[in-house]
């Protein structure tokens, strides 16, 4: 017990932020923010409607997505600012989104989900699709809202989405 204490990283960049702006960019309910409700409403008011239409398959009062997109931010080089993390996403490829997506790299979800079936349900199987529904917080119905809309767009086409919303 006498070994040496962990060394504790902390990251900073602004693509971490403009991930977390776009929670409460898609946040449903009026959470307590500084920023007073017109604010929001202004904002999607003079966003364009393709954008919105775009982060309307991840709107849900589940913002897990754009959680689940920070390791990403984490890979990209330094400063880990928004063009290097956009470059950085422009690399990967559509499957390894989605894995991201589904929470692959988060062992909560590897918890309840088995590794295989999560791949399977990324690669577009609709029984492992199926199964990732009744094993991934099965309770929570924002999450499952958001699993159904990810799972009717193919791999490639999600890459497109989050890429515009991007």
């Not at 890979?75 to 690399?91: G, I, Q, T």
């Not at 990967?92 to 979800?109: A, D």
Request: charged share 25%; glycine share 4%; net charge negative.
């Amino acid at each position: 017990m006498g070994g040496k204490p962990p060394t504790v990283e902390i990251e900073y960049g602004l693509a971490y932020e403009f991930l977390l702006s776009l929670i409460v960019f898609n946040e449903h309910e009026g959470y307590e923010y500084e920023l007073d409700n017109e604010w929001f409403d202004t904002v999607r008011a003079k966003a364009d409607p393709d954008l919105l239409q775009a982060t309307a398959l991840f709107r849900s009062n589940c913002n897990h997505v754009w959680h689940r997109l920070i390791g990403l931010v984490y890979d990209s080089d330094p400063p880990r600012d928004v063009p290097a993390f956009l470059a950085h996403f422009e690399e990967i490829e559509p499957l390894e989104l989605r894995l991201h997506l589904l929470g692959y790299y988060q062992r909560s979800v590897r918890r309840s989900t088995p590794l295989d079936v999560i791949v399977q349900a990324a690669e577009g199987n609709a029984e492992a699709q199926r199964q990732v529904l009744k094993t991934s917080s099965p309770d929570d119905h924002d999450w499952q809202e958001f699993l159904h809309n990810l799972f009717s767009v193919d791999v490639e086409k999600t890459k497109v989405i989050v890429k515009d919303i991007l």
